[in-house]
């Protein structure tokens, strides 16, 4: 082979490998999950149902939440939300007494909630999320739909779901009656997130 030739392809190999380098440097970072913790002072997450015609809100005031996202990688993505069901707070005390009773939540035997997720989507609004609702011992599937917003010190995570609470047992003997007690229960969450080291 002539010096020429070897000249030419020892310079097209140096052109490959600063063209490599170049195309790696100018793809688009972000695609990697991020993981986050929650800021619990500022978070919220809370149940809506009906008790004798007339709404009523309890906020759940213990609960964990172990978040890995990215808009760019959703088949990585991951929620794991555990809740203590015992601190259901309505700022009623008979109601909430009642809930932690053996006919509603049973919090004796089954002391806490918990929220996988299993797959996500874009939507045009935001995400939605097919995930898996372990609550009084039954485990079922709920969509929710959800929202994720950047911040400059991490995110805020806010969405919504609707279950039935009979679907996980959630009302035993009277409580079963869904004219006292309704069935449809809508959840709403605000997460406060910030980036894990």
């Given at each position: 082979?002539?010096m020429?030739?070897?000249s030419?392809?020892?310079?097209?190999?140096?052109f490959a490998a600063?063209?490599?380098?170049?195309?790696?440097a100018?793809a688009?970072?972000?695609?990697?999950v991020?993981?986050?913790?929650l800021?619990?002072?500022?978070?919220?997450?809370?149940?809506?149902?009906?008790q004798?015609?007339?709404?009523?809100?309890?906020l759940?005031?213990?609960?964990t939440a172990?978040i890995?996202?990215a808009?760019?990688?959703?088949?990585?993505?991951?929620f794991?939300?555990?809740?203590?069901?015992?601190?259901?707070?309505?700022k009623?005390?008979?109601r909430?007494?009642?809930?932690?009773g053996?006919?509603?939540?049973?919090?004796?035997?089954?002391?806490?909630?918990?929220?996988?997720?299993?797959?996500f989507?874009?939507?045009g609004?935001g995400?939605?999320a097919?995930?898996?609702?372990?609550?009084?011992?039954?485990?079922r599937?709920?969509?929710?739909?959800?929202?994720?917003?950047?911040?400059p010190?991490?995110?805020i995570l806010?969405?919504?779901?609707k279950?039935?609470?009979?679907?996980?047992?959630?009302?035993?003997?009277?409580?079963?009656?869904?004219?006292?007690?309704g069935?449809?229960?809508?959840?709403?969450?605000s997460?406060?997130?910030?980036?894990?080291?």
């Open positions: 082979m002539s020429k030739k070897q030419m392809k020892s310079k097209s190999r140096i600063v063209a490599a380098a170049l195309f790696a100018a688009p970072a972000g695609a990697a991020l993981h986050y913790a800021d619990a002072a500022h978070s919220r997450l809370e149940f809506t149902g009906t004798a015609g007339a709404p009523f809100t309890a759940f005031q213990h609960f172990t890995a996202f808009p760019t990688d959703l088949a990585d993505s991951r794991d939300v555990v809740i203590e069901v015992a601190s259901a707070d309505s009623d005390k008979d909430d007494g009642a809930m932690r053996t006919d509603i939540f049973d919090v004796a035997r089954f002391p806490t909630a918990e929220y996988v997720t299993r797959a989507a874009k939507t609004a995400f939605t097919t995930g898996t609702l372990s609550l009084r011992g039954v485990a599937t709920v969509p929710i739909a959800f929202t994720f917003t950047p911040t010190g991490g995110a806010r969405g919504t779901a279950l039935e609470r009979l679907d996980f047992g959630v009302g035993q003997g009277q409580w079963k009656n869904t004219t006292w007690i069935n449809d229960v809508g959840i709403a969450f997460l406060s997130l910030k980036p894990m080291p």
